[in-house]
Each structure stands twice: as structure tokens, then as C-alpha cells.
């Protein structure tokens, strides 16, 4: 089927199919979600326990290890980890790349319930998809209004407001998975008893709890009385104003009631964290998203939403609401940035068009293969249901180059024979047919080399499958336009005249050049030896160490601490969070510069963090030099991180950060390898921020009560029921629920707060056989310290230390110099019997370096074979691939040149340049071969083959590889949000397609001509065919003097 002949003969056709693709074009684009990265989360379902007043201990050997041991079984898993702080606890289950997670969800579920059943008052698990570093859509500050901006908004009063209008109002909004309200303090009924009274009375702790949790509505079935069936309802429940009236224990013949030794509120849990936005006390709220959700459409609800709630409820409750971090404003700028690049890459293909024609129209025409083109890659964006993100869109912007290439050598091919004086319609169809076998190789070359990117797994495969499959539609539907539309365009509006080539003296003096630079053997094999030799010696000489991901630098500031351990919340407040508070306040309020446009300050359990946006973002790393230096010095006890924040929500620091994971089951002598290993890391890595995940000492205060067993047994306790007393006396005994109508709350029993342990001590407590005893009689009350918090990897205990290399660093550099000199010294203070990991983006960057060198040599094997199969010649197919080793070395040298002016690590996106690149500078060579391999078919000598091919093909090379540069120069030198993603990918195929061309117009040439007579390779090869020959005559011979048929 000749397309371009059908095409002639029903332009009509032609012309319908051109509109009903940019319809389908239009409306694919309009439906796609906008977002700034391609999915990268990696399959995780997280699971989050949580059991009041719990000890970090406890948590562990009641909650987590039972269910890590029955989770294990889940198919799929690839990693578990849990975190567990005092009260609460989250795991993390990580799964291979190709798992369904909804299955996976299934799975979790169902081996939940299998697990060991939990404690009396501790929650039931909540399971999510989604791990704990998923990013957040968006962050909201709730706070008070101005006149009243230190008010509690955890009273009672605002709880309707946060349970009812905001989290429901939030929730609705198309996209939103999951509504995290961060600052939530549930009420609780509050028991408050007198101890002091209560064992003066004689009233026994578990006599308190027993009649407190018998008091309940239970439903007693069903009745029939004469002609009707009644519903039978037990009503035990008190209602709050009566339940102080309870009998709780019977003295002496006396009631006691419950009045009479407690009260009774409903009151908020105790505050286990604080946040302030700009200085002021407020309510954190995080919103996250589904994958394939539309951030932009996203946030513009969420605004909408916000309006409405600061119009009305809000405004009469006497709060505001406003986002404090909005992902939608980082997206915009940086699809609209690519967007001008993509616009202005365009323009600047046509003006160099335009250059070499000279003629408005053929510019035209050639130009009419962009828009097609695009729209084709827009239908596959939905078709393949992806996001228009910043990779995708790059992707189309590096195709417009590309685009042009196969409308180029059409176009030109027509000219060319118009120019020499063939009529129009004859020129148009023999110019479109003559190229098509080469355009034909080229392109199925260019989707080959793709292939290999398709096939990558884990986090880059994700990304980079974006900008395999918009450059392959493209670079398809370009060749499709080029011998469709560009020959039907010709023909309608190409003008009659024979039109002189205004540059064919350009040609011409380069075809005599390059054949006086290669005309004898000593030249030819000069330059291929010369050329294959500084392009190894480039290649072994400039080749960097390897990077995880580009930094994509946000414009904000984030501040890791280091709180110190076991601080309570108010503490907290007065003595660190003020602190912060008053050294930015100059900066906040505009009095000192650089100026403060926003921050947030939270402290949630062990986790403290600083947000900080800069007013204006080109202070962004004045603001981490000011956090870094005496700004943030003299905290007590505390130790601060800062760094500049990533657009990447992919680990801690956008993905360049490397984790040291010391395992074991000592977990004080993992501290203490940890604390040695503090200094060992920052004197191995100067520069670098190095930071514990968790506290590096069992210095969480601890009071150990250790029960006097015999003691207890002989006033007639238990040690559970001296346990529950306890409880009662410090965070308070789980006695039951209750239910208002509406909702239902926990309630505990507690008594007064005490100051110190000899107090706890001398707390008296109603025994069966000996009246009134103290703690201190029944129990032995021990000081220690232990664990603020507890980490578990593969179900072994873990202290992690981050590391993020300097930002002239990479990750390869980093982790063999931890490796090599740090790690020696690591292991020789690591406990007995522990190990060290290297995690985070240190096991990524390996399995991703393998898998691109796997893909690389994969990708040049396609390129050989498919070139074998159209050129039929072994030997041709390795005349294209020596083109290779030019542009990796042009390549690496324009990365080495980037590096003068603006630091480019080799990150993985960089890499994908070097496999693109192979596709893209195969094809000149592969138009040189074609040329010179037909002409030698019409009778022409090697020599007059290999000059008409490049007196032939040398406008073409030059226009179709300066109009792909020029397309793809916008993405290198203009700078902007999210430029940094994809301006490493650019320099590489730049740079590689300069050097390129600067050289395949000697080296091709010179390969080509290779074997001439004369040529001493040529004489080797008469050489061993004579001897070949010589040698079959003499057999034959022999066989017929011994009268053997031959």
C-alpha cells in the first residue's frame, strides 16, 4: 500500500482525517490531569495503630510484632517497616512494582483479621493505600481571627466545626483520597477521682471501673404481648449530669456514690503535639490525592471549598482557613514553562527551516507535520491514560525536532528535484518514494531505541515511560505526515518555478571538503582511528559518578529537629517553639531582610518540622544558610536540619538521600554505634547533612514499677488489678464508652495529677484485706530510661541515619565513599551480631544503574538487528552504530561544559538522554548509507557513491539536525520551576547531536570508502581470497589425478 499515491488521489479524504485528528487532539487534552511528575509512589499500604498512654515497648510486643509476624504471609511484599512512638503506631507494607494493590488491600485485610486480638483499649488498626511519605496535594492552617489569634481553637466549641463542616466540606472534593486533620483532639469523658477520698472511703479502683463499664444499654430481644411484638431495651447508661450519682461500691452498709470521691467532663485527650502557622497557634490539615487525580483541578475545588467555609460557618465561628502550601502554583509555573518552551522550540525549528529554504511555503509544509504530530501524541496521552506532566510535555518538546526530520528530507528531496528541472507532479511523487525505505529505517530505529524504556521497572520506569511513549507517537505520526500530507501539500501549493537553492554552495564546497579530507587510505583510517579514539578517551575521562533523580528545587526552606527526649508539649511550646517563633518574627513582620512570606511550625510526638516560604523565592538559599548558621544556634537541647525542599515527593529530600540502617537486637548498643558513628559520617562526608531518624539514646525518662508479688497477695490484690490502678493514677483507665445520641467517646478514669514519683508512691489504694496501702508498699518504684520511640525493618530493630550529600554530590560518589572508608569504621562498633544497611536512595541508585546498563546494551542490539533486517548487510548496520560512540562522547562533553556555568549531576533522567540520543544521531548515517549503497546500484563507482551521498544528503543532515537542536535549546537555557527535572536530558542530546554532526560528515565518508582498491584493507581481503582460492585449485587438482569427480 502506497500512502503517498492514495493521498494524492484524495486529498479530500486527506483533508477530513486532518480535521477529525485535531478534534480528538483537542478534546484528549482537555480531559487529561494536570500534575507535575508522572506517578512515582511505589505500591505501599500503610496500617496505623494506636492504644492510648501506651509505652513504646508495649506497643511493640503486643501490637506490632503480632501482626508483622502474620503480615509476612502478604504476596507481593517486598519490605515491612514500622515506626512506633509512645501511643501510637504506623507500618509501612512495600510491595514489587507490579503488584495490584487492590488485591494487595484485600490481603492486608484479611490477615488483620488473623492477627492476635488486641488490647482492651487500644483502637483498631486503620488501613490505607499509601505510604507515610506519600506527598500532600495541599496543607491548610486553621486559626483564629485577628482580633483573637492566641484563642484555643481546641475548645468544645470548635469541635462541631472541624468534625462537621471542614473534614466533611474537604472530603467531597473530586480527587481528595484522604483528609488528614493532624491537630485533632478527640473529647473524652473524664473521670477525675480523689484518690486520697476514695481509699478513705474504702471504695476499691477496679470497684470504680467495674460499675462505670457495667453501665451500659443493652439490648434484651424481642417480646410478645397479646397481638404485639415489643422491642425489650435494657437502659443502664447514665447520661453525663447523672452519672455522678452511680453507685460505685457499697461501705458498711453505705452507698457510695460516684460523686462523692470524682467529677465528671467531657474534655479534650491530652495534646501530644502543637503547630503555628506564622507565629499563631492553628489546626493542621493535609489533603492527599488519588494517583491518576488532577492536582490543578484539585486545588481549584479545594479554593472554591475554602471560600465557602471562610463565608460562612467559619466566618461565625471566628476562624479563617487558607492554604498554606499550594502544589497547583509549582505545577502551573512549570507546565507553563515547558509549554513556552515547547512554543518557543517551534519558532525557532521554522526560522531555521526558513534559513535553508529561503521559500515561505516549503517552510509551511514542512512546519504542517508539528501540529498533526502533536495532536496524535495528545490522543495517545489519553489513550495510554496519562497525565500531562512536566516529563510528558518535555517529551513533546523534544520531539519537535524530531518531528521535522522526516517532513525535512521529503521536502527537501521534492525541491531537489524540482530544482533540477523535473515537473512538479513527478517530483513529488518520486521524491516522497525515493526516501521512504531510509525514513521507514530511521523511524522504526528511533521507536526501537524506546523499547528498552518501556521495559524499566520501578520508580524511573514510571517516569520515564511518559517521554518514551509521547517521542515514539510523535516521531510515528510524523513519518505518516511526511508522505501524506507533505507530498499533497506540495503539489497544491509548491509554485511551478524552478527554484535555485540559495545555499547549494554551501553543499557543494562541503562535499569537496570532505572528499579532499578523505581521499587517500592514510586520511580514511586517520580519521576513523583518530575519531573512535578521542571519543573513548572523552567518554573514559568525563564519565561522572552516577545521581538518583534530578533535585527540582522548591521554594521553601525545611527544618528537621532533633527535640530533645521526652519533653512535653507545653514544655515544648515555651522553651523551643517561642523560641523559633521570636528569632523569626524580624524576618516574618518585614522588619529585617530577607523577608518571611509564610511559615509553618509543628511538633507532632518525636517529629518536629519548620516550613518556611521566602517572599521572595531567589532567597530560598539565603534562608538555609541563615536556618544553617546562628539563626537557629543555642536551642536548648536541640539540633536543627535545614535544607532546601523538593518538588520531588519521592523519600526525604527529593530522592537523594541515603539512609544507613543499623540492625540488631541490642537496641542500646545500636544507639551507641549510632552516636559514634555521628562524627565517623561527618568527617567522611564534610558538608553533608547528617541526621538520626530517631533518638540515638535510651533517654526518654522511664518509671519502671516492679510488683511486690507476695505483698500483693497478702492484702488480697492482684497484679492486675494494681496494674489497673496505676493506669488510673498516670494516663488514665479505659473504662468504657459513651454514646450521646450522636457520637461516642472513650471514658477514662484518673486521678489528680502528681509531680514527682515519691508522690505516685505515697498514692493510696483500697485493699480487700488491709485497708488503705501506698503504691510504695505494694510495689518497687525504679528511675530508668528507655526508648523515645522504637523502628523495626524486616521485623528487626533499626536505628536509621540519613545522609544527604552536599548538592555538588551525588549519590554514587556518596555511597562508595560511605562505603569505602566510613563503613569499616561503622562496623567495627557495631554490636555483635548487627548488620548495616544502605537504604533509601542507595539500593534504588543500584537497582537503577543495572537496569540501565541492562537497557542501554539492550537498546543497541535492537538498533543492530532492526538495521540488519533493512539493510540486509551486517556490515552496513555496523557502519550506522559507529556513529555511537560520537555522540556519547559530545554528550558527556556538553554535560562537562554545563558544569562550568551551572552544576548537572548524570541523574537517571540524564541517562535516558544517552539512550534517546542513539536513536536520534543513527540517522544521518543511516541516510549516507542508503544514498551511497543506491547509488552504487544505478553503476556508480564506491567513490562517486559516497560523493553523491553526501553532495545529496548534506542539506538534509544539516537542516533536520539543526532544527531538533534548536527545538530542544529553549528546554537547556531557560531556567524556571521544574527546569532542572529535564535540563541534564537536553544538554546530553544537544550536545551529543553537535558533536555529532560536527563529524559524521568525515567519519562516514571515510568507513564508506574503506576497501577501495589500493586500500590496504582492501589488499588484505584480495589477499585472503587468493589464498582461498589457490587453495580450492589445488583440491580440485589432487582430486583429479586420484579420479575423484569435482
Excluded at 524552478?498 to 571538503?513: A, G, L, M
Excluded at 521553601?556 to 518574627?585: C, S
Aim: aromatic letters at 8%.
Amino acid at each position: 500500500m502506497n500512502l503517498t499515491r492514495i493521498s494524492l488521489k484524495n486529498p479530500a479524504s486527506l483533508a477530513v482525517m486532518l480535521a477529525l485528528i485535531t478534534l480528538f487532539g483537542y478534546m484528549a487534552i482537555k480531559d487529561r490531569p494536570i500534575q507535575l511528575l508522572p506517578n512515582l509512589a511505589q505500591p505501599q499500604i500503610s496500617i496505623f495503630n494506636n492504644w492510648r498512654a501506651a509505652a513504646p515497648a508495649e506497643m511493640e510486643s503486643n501490637i506490632i510484632e503480632p501482626q508483622e509476624t502474620i503480615l509476612r504471609r502478604t504476596p507481593g511484599l517486598k519490605e515491612i517497616t514500622s515506626n512506633i512512638n509512645r501511643g501510637f503506631t504506623n507500618t509501612t507494607l512495600t510491595f514489587e512494582q507490579d503488584t495490584d494493590l487492590q488485591q494487595a488491600f484485600i490481603n492486608v485485610i484479611n490477615n488483620l483479621n488473623q492477627a492476635p486480638p488486641l488490647p482492651v483499649d487500644a483502637g483498631e488498626p486503620f488501613v490505607a493505600v499509601g505510604g507515610q511519605g506519600q506527598p500532600n496535594v495541599a496543607s491548610i492552617q486553621v486559626y483564629t481571627q485577628k482580633d483573637n489569634l492566641d484563642a484555643d481553637y481546641t475548645s468544645e466549641k470548635y469541635e462541631y466545626v472541624f468534625d462537621e463542616v471542614i473534614e466533611p466540606r474537604l472530603a467531597r472534593i473530586p480527587g481528595v483520597s484522604r483528609v488528614n486533620m493532624n491537630s485533632r483532639r478527640p473529647f473524652e469523658v473524664r473521670i477525675n477521682f480523689d484518690p486520697y477520698q476514695a481509699a478513705a472511703l474504702g471504695v476499691p479502683i477496679n470497684s470504680i471501673s467495674q460499675s462505670i463499664a457495667s453501665a451500659t444499654d443493652v439490648s434484651a430481644g424481642f417480646a410478645d404481648v397479646g397481638r404485639r411484638q415489643y422491642t425489650v431495651r435494657f437502659l443502664g447508661q447514665h447520661n453525663l449530669e447523672e452519672l455522678g450519682t452511680m453507685i460505685v461500691a457499697w461501705v458498711q452498709g453505705r452507698p457510695i456514690q460516684l460523686n462523692e470521691i470524682a467529677t465528671v467532663e467531657k474534655v479534650p485527650v491530652d495534646g501530644f503535639g502543637m503547630n503555628r502557622r506564622n507565629g499563631y497557634p492553628s489546626y493542621y490539615i493535609t489533603l492527599q490525592s488519588g494517583s491518576d487525580s488532577n492536582t490543578v483541578a484539585i486545588l481549584d475545588e479545594v479554593n472554591v471549598a475554602l471560600k465557602e467555609l471562610n463565608e460562612g460557618p467559619l466566618d461565625e465561628a471566628g476562624l479563617i482557613i487558607e492554604l498554606s502550601y499550594d502544589s497547583s502554583v509549582y505545577i502551573r509555573r512549570a507546565i507553563e514553562l515547558v509549554k513556552n518552551n515547547l512554543g518557543l522550540g517551534v519558532m525557532l525549528s521554522i526560522a531555521v527551516l526558513f534559513f535553508f529554504l529561503r521559500d515561505r511555503r516549503s517552510t509551511l509544509i514542512i512546519a504542517t507535520s508539528i501540529p498533526v504530530s502533536l495532536m496524535v501524541s495528545f490522543m495517545a496521552l489519553k489513550v495510554f491514560d496519562l497525565s500531562l506532566n512536566v516529563i510528558s510535555l518535555a517529551g513533546l518538546a523534544f520531539a519537535v525536532g524530531l518531528i521535522l526530520d522526516a517532513a525535512i528530507i521529503v521536502q527537501e528531496n521534492i525541491v531537489r528535484y524540482r530544482q533540477n528541472g523535473m515537473a512538479l507532479q513527478e517530483a513529488v511523487v518520486k521524491g516522497s518514494e525515493q526516501v521512504q525505505g531510509a525514513l521507514f529505517a530511521s523511524t522504526v530505529t528511533t521507536i526501537a531505541i524506546f523499547l528498552p524504556i518501556l521495559f524499566l521497572e520501578g520508580m524511573e520506569g514510571q517516569m520515564f515511560s511518559d517521554l518514551a511513549i509521547t517521542l515514539s507517537v510523535s516521531v510515528v505520526a510524523s513519518l505518516v505526515a511526511a508522505i501524506t500530507i507533505v507530498p499533497v501539500a506540495s503539489r497544491l501549493w509548491l509554485k511551478d518555478s524552478k527554484q535555485h537553492d540559495p545555499c547549494e554552495h554551501w553543499w557543494e564546497n562541503i562535499t569537496t571538503w570532505v572528499m579532499n579530507w578523505t581521499n587517500n587510505s592514510f586520511k580514511r583510517h586517520a580519521w576513523v582511528g583518530g575519531l573512535m579514539a578521542m571519543s573513548l578517551a572523552i567518554v573514559l575521562l568525563l564519565m561522572p559518578k552516577a545521581d538518583f533523580l534530578p533535585p527540582a528545587k522548591a521554594d521553601a526552606v525545611q527544618v528537621f529537629f532533633n527535640a530533645p527526649p521526652g519533653v512535653t508539649t507545653e514544655v515544648y511550646e515555651k522553651e523551643i517553639g517561642k523560641v523559633i517563633v521570636d528569632r523569626l518574627r524580624p524576618y516574618m513582620e518585614h522588619e529585617q531582610e530577607p523577608y518571611i512570606k509564610g511559615y509553618n511550625l509543628s511538633m507532632f510526638g518525636t517529629n518536629s518540622i519548620l516550613y518556611l516560604y521566602p517572599l521572595n523565592p531567589e532567597d530560598t538559599e539565603l534562608f538555609v544558610e541563615l536556618l544553617s548558621g546562628d539563626l537557629l544556634k543555642g536551642i536548648p537541647d536541640t539540633i536543627a536540619f535545614p535544607s532546601r525542599a523538593s518538588l520531588l515527593g519521592v523519600g526525604n529530600n527529593g530522592g537523594r538521600s541515603i539512609t544507613i540502617n543499623l540492625q540488631g537486637s541490642d537496641i542500646s548498643g545500636l544507639m551507641q554505634a549510632a552516636r559514634e558513628s555521628m562524627p565517623i559520617l561527618q568527617q567522611t562526608l564534610p558538608g553533608a547533612m547528617v541526621r538520626p531518624m530517631s533518638g540515638l539514646s535510651l533517654s526518654e525518662p522511664e518509671l519502671q514499677i516492679i510488683p511486690n508479688e507476695h505483698r500483693i497477695s497478702e492484702v488480697g490484690l492482684t497484679s492486675r488489678a494494681l496494674a489497673s490502678a496505676i493506669r488510673s493514677f498516670t494516663g488514665g483507665l479505659f473504662v468504657g464508652e459513651y454514646f450521646d445520641g450522636n457520637n461516642r467517646y472513650n471514658m477514662i478514669l484518673r486521678s489528680e495529677a502528681w509531680q514527682n514519683p515519691d508522690q505516685l508512691a505515697a498514692l493510696p489504694i483500697a485493699t480487700p484485706l488491709a485497708g488503705a496501702q501506698t503504691i510504695g508498699s505494694l510495689a518497687i518504684i525504679k528511675r530508668t530510661v528507655g526508648p523515645s520511640n522504637i523502628q523495626r525493618v524486616d521485623g528487626q530493630k533499626t536505628i536509621s541515619i540519613m545522609v544527604l550529600p552536599t548538592a555538588h554530590m551525588t549519590v554514587e560518589e556518596a555511597l562508595d565513599t560511605l562505603r569505602n572508608i566510613a563503613g569499616p569504621q561503622i562496623r567495627q562498633v557495631l554490636p555483635e551480631g548487627a548488620a548495616i544497611q544502605y537504604k533509601g536512595s542507595a539500593d534504588r541508585l543500584e537497582s537503577a544503574l543495572g537496569d540501565m546498563l541492562n537497557n542501554f546494551l539492550l537498546a543497541i542490539l535492537i538498533l543492530f538487528l532492526m538495521m540488519a533486517a533493512i539493510f540486509k548487510s551486517m556490515k552496513d548496520s555496523l557502519l550506522v552504530l559507529s556513529v555511537m560512540p560520537l555522540a556519547l562522547a559530545g554528550g558527556l562533553l556538553a554535560l562537562k561544559l554545563l558544569n562550568l556555568v551551572s552544576y548537572q549531576s548524570l541523574d537517571m533522567l540524564t541517562m535516558i538522554g544517552f539512550i534517546i540520543l542513539l536513536g536520534l544521531v543513527v540517522n544521518n548515517a543511516i541516510l549516507l548509507v542508503s544514498q551511497t549503497r543506491e547509488g552504487e546500484n544505478q553503476g556508480l563507482s564506491r567513490l562517486d557513491a559516497v560523493r553523491q551521498a553526501v553532495r545529496v544528503r548534506a542539506r538534509p543532515v544539516y537542516m533536520s539536525t539543526l532544527t531538533s537542536i534548536f527545538g530542544m535549546l529553549p528546554l537547556l537555557v531557560i531556567p524556571g520551576v521544574g527546569s532542572d527535572i529535564y535540563r541534564g536530558l537536553a544538554t546530553v542530546i544537544i550536545g551529543g547531536m553537535v558533536f555529532s554532526l560536527l563529524f559524521t560528515l568525515l567519519l562516514m565518508p571515510s568507513l564508506l570508502q574503506l576497501g577501495q582498491a589500493g586500500d590496504w584493507v582492501y589488499r588484505l581481503n584480495q589477499f585472503f581470497k587468493s589464498k582461498l582460492s589457490f587453495n580450492e585449485g589445488q583440491d580440485i587438482t589432487t582430486a583429479q589425478k586420484n579420479g575423484v569427480k569435482t
